[in-house]
């Protein structure tokens, strides 16, 4: 139920980002920007792009089926949307298949598209827990970790100089999406949102006790597309990267 009510979106402070939600078949984005930029129109518009988006992928995915399917890097047909390529090409580097992306893809196209647009100096798009975020301050995130009682009590700090950023998490304990691990979160920090997005789940697909948390924090020690990690398995963690722990006791920004 936690999961499903995204109470882990109260952690970003409306008096710094003025907050909207689009939500569209499996698509539900938190999206804040800042308030010089923010416009009404706003909403209608990211909706539009989603609903484009969703329409354009689901027409080409009906013609090739294994792509979403595939659990290895494949290469779409050179007819297919431009999202398809972007997948494609992170999950060729992180090794699983592509729609391990796809919240990436849709947080950064959303994104570009708000920014050119309206001319936002900072936004944020959180989609199922995973962040694109360009903003001109820093920023505390906490990481979701369903019933860990480490679960938005720990996350890291990220100064103002190192946006933009993808950071996103995956989980074998919650959520929707698959996973071969179980692990109650696996945050990854890239500067690419797609590559954190894949690489999230690929990391959290090692997981399967807390025994595993520290080989697969080294591994991520070691991959130059990883600037920051944060593992969470039942009521232990494991951390590696440029960025700062923090300790949570209540919201944050």
């Known amino acids: 139920m936690e999961y499903k009510d995204r ?42 792009i989603v609903r484009q988006m969703r329409a354009d992928m689901d027409a080409y995915l009906e013609t090739d089926p294994q792509y979403r399917t595939s659990l290895v890097p494949y290469n779409p047909r050179s007819e297919a949307p431009l999202i398809f390529r972007f997948m494609s090409e992170a999950s060729a580097r992180t090794g699983i298949g592509p729609m391990s992306a796809v919240a990436g893809a849709f947080d950064k196209l959303v994104a570009d598209a708000l920014c050119q647009r309206f001319g936002c100096t900072d936004v944020v798009v959180e989609n199922g827990g995973d962040i694109y975020a360009k903003v001109s301050h820093d920023l505390d995130i906490s990481v979701f970790a369903g019933q860990s009682p480490l679960s938005e009590k720990v996350g890291i700090h990220i100064p103002e100089s190192a946006f933009p950023l993808g950071i996103c998490t995956s989980s074998g304990t919650i959520g929707p999406s698959l996973s071969f691990g179980r692990a109650d979160a696996m945050m990854i920090v890239c500067k690419d949102v797609l590559l954190a997005d894949s690489y999230a789940t690929a990391m959290a697909n090692r997981i399967k006790t807390v025994e595993d948390l520290q080989p697969v924090i080294d591994l991520c020690a070691a991959n130059s597309d990883i600037l920051g990690a944060l593992a969470v398995k039942d009521d232990r963690m494991a951390i590696c990267g440029e960025f700062e722990l923090r300790i949570f006791g209540g919201q944050h920004s």
């Open 7 to 48: 109470t882990y979106r109260k952690q970003f402070s409306d008096n710094i980002l003025k907050p909207f939600s689009v939500s569209y078949k499996e698509t539900d984005l938190w999206i804040g920007t800042d308030a010089g930029s923010y416009s009404s129109s706003m909403q209608q518009y990211a909706l539009d």
